[in-house]
Structures are given as C-alpha cells and as structure tokens.
C-alpha cells in the first residue's frame, strides 16, 4: 500500500486555505455589491480596480499587449486605455452581483440590442447557431440579450480555478443561461448535444489555448481553440458574430451581425484555418473600436510571438 506523500497533504491543505480565504473575499463583495443600486456597484467596481489594478503584476501584461497591439500610439494613450481596462473590469466583476436584477424586466433597458432579427429568425426556423463574441464590455450580457429574444443558450465558459468562486459566478449568471459548459475535453460532447437538440450557444473565442491553431491576432500568432469551428463544420451550423459594447457606465449594446452560413463551406483543414482567421479578424475589429473595454490583462500571445 502506498503512503501518503507528506509535503503533497501540505500543498493541498494550503491551497484549500488559499482558496477559502479567496472565496470569502469574493463573497463579501458580492454581497457589498448585492445591496448597491446597479449603476453604484458598478462604478464603485470600476474605481476599486482603477486604485488597485496598477499595482498587479497583470497590469504588466496589459502594458505589453497594448505596446504590441498599437506600436504608434503614445504612452499616455497608451496609459489611457490601461485605466480604462481596469475600470472596466472592476465593474465586471461588481456586475455578477447585479447579473439577476439586469435580467428582470425593469432593467431591460440597460441593455440595447440591433441585429435581434437575426437571432428571432434562426430560433423561428428550429435551427441551432453558435454565438461567437469576445471578453469586452461586459460579455455575462450577451446570453441574456439572447434569453430575451428567444430562448436561454448554452453558454461555454473557462471555470475558474478555485471551486467555491466557480459556484458563486454560476449561481449569478444562471437566470439567462439554458446550461452552462466548461470549457475542456467534456465540454465538446456538451456543445454538439445543445447544437443536435437545436439549440443556441454562446462562446467566447478570445482566450489563451494550449491547442488548436496559431490564427494572427494584431499581427501576432495567437493560438485559437478550433473545437467550435470543427463542430460548425460538422454539423453545418450557422455562426453569429456579437459584439458586445459598454455605454455610458452600466448600460450596453449587443448587436448581432448577419450569420454566416456553413452548409456550402468544405469540411478540411484550409477551411477551418480560413473560418478561425475570420473570426479573429471580426474579434479584433471589435476590440479596436473600444480597446480599453477588452481583457488586455489576459496573456493571450505566449511569450517571444511575432507578428505573422
């Protein structure tokens, strides 16, 4: 039989501390933010991550990618869209806490939408879409907008490492989402299950991947999850580009572009290199129109990239 690994008990005690204490810092926000207007959370979100963001070692992550991704921009442009970065993730974060008064009737115009034909014609048709937008603005809107038009989507999302914060981000975001999938080697099988049964699901294609393939995003290599555009292909499925914008504080913009169609595309490698370079390119117009509303502080280049 063997023996318990004792500086392996240590690192799993210890991180269970680290996790819990995390865990209670996440709820008592949620809770302060609970209690706070909408628009008071959320900008009181905003200056918290403006005061203390700076000082993180993201906020080095975020200097270098805006560096790569604007060489031509000054360093006080630069430093502008950094703070923006920040507040617009603190009030992300504030958000959650609000993520079920924003679905109420009442807050329904916080969120504006263009393009919902789209969406109402694909559901009128029985036919299954996925969704495809980025980590700007606030993306938790992006299944609600759709919820509101026509039926909840499955959303794909990358949970994080501590299980109790995990659990408090699905309680909040629950309300507007039919099933929430993990991101990794179940999470396929989940989304051709919802894509079979007709459904919607809404993804987010701009994290970091450690497979797929090396797409060019602001000129440099960046790996792109392909699982999405494989299952499209296979099943034939349409895809829809949503942005997401952030107006004027805590109200937003969701616009869904004309879907792009599948049914005559070829199911090889060349086309789902083209479909992720597309998608990438549609990203990365979005970004630039609002720069400081996107995840800067994600390492989404790994180190030494160049451009392609």
């Known amino acids: 039989m063997e023996e318990p690994n004792p500086a392996m008990s240590n690192r799993s005690f210890l991180k269970g501390l680290q996790y819990r204490f995390e865990a209670s810092v996440a709820y008592a926000l949620y809770g302060l933010f609970r209690a706070l207007p909408v628009s008071w959370a959320s900008a009181f979100g905003g200056q918290i991550t403006r005061w203390f963001g700076p000082l993180s070692r993201p906020h080095q992550t975020a200097a270098s990618n805006l560096a790569h991704a604007f060489p031509d921009l000054s360093s006080e442009a630069l430093a502008?869209?950094?703070s923006e970065v920040w507040d617009n993730l603190g009030r992300v974060s504030a958000e959650?806490?609000?993520l079920s008064r924003i679905w109420e009737p009442e807050e329904a115009s916080r969120i504006e939408v263009s393009g919902a034909e789209h969406i109402?014609?694909?559901a009128r048709r029985?036919?299954?879409?996925i969704i495809f937008s980025g980590h700007i603005a606030n993306?938790?809107?992006?299944?609600i907008a759709i919820a509101r038009m026509t039926k909840p989507p499955a959303i794909v999302y990358r949970a994080p490492n501590n299980p109790y914060v995990d659990r408090l981000l699905q309680s909040s975001r629950r309300a507007s989402c039919k099933v929430q999938i993990p991101k990794g080697h179940g999470g396929a099988r989940d989304i051709m299950r919802e894509i079979k049964a007709g459904g919607f699901v809404a993804v987010l294609i701009d994290q970091k991947s450690n497979t797929g393939l090396p797409v060019p995003l602001f000129g440099r290599g960046a790996m792109t999850g392909d699982a999405v555009a494989r299952i499209a292909m296979r099943f034939k499925c349409p895809i829809v580009p949503a942005q997401i914008e952030r107006r004027n504080g805590c109200r937003f913009k969701v616009t869904f572009e004309e879907p792009w169609q599948t049914n005559s595309m070829e199911n090889d490698e060349a086309t789902i290199h083209d479909l992720l370079n597309r998608m990438n390119e549609k990203l990365e117009t979005w970004v630039r129109r609002?720069?400081?509303?996107?995840?800067?502080?994600?390492?989404?280049?790994?180190?030494g990239s160049s451009a392609s």
């Open 96 to 98: 959650y806490a609000a």
């Open 139 to 143: 993306w938790e809107t992006l299944p």
């Open 290 to 303: 609002h720069p400081g509303q996107w995840l800067w502080v994600h390492n989404r280049w790994p180190k």
């Open 126 to 129: 029985g036919s299954p879409a």
């Open 120 to 122: 109402v014609e694909l």
């Open 80 to 82: 502008e869209i950094q």
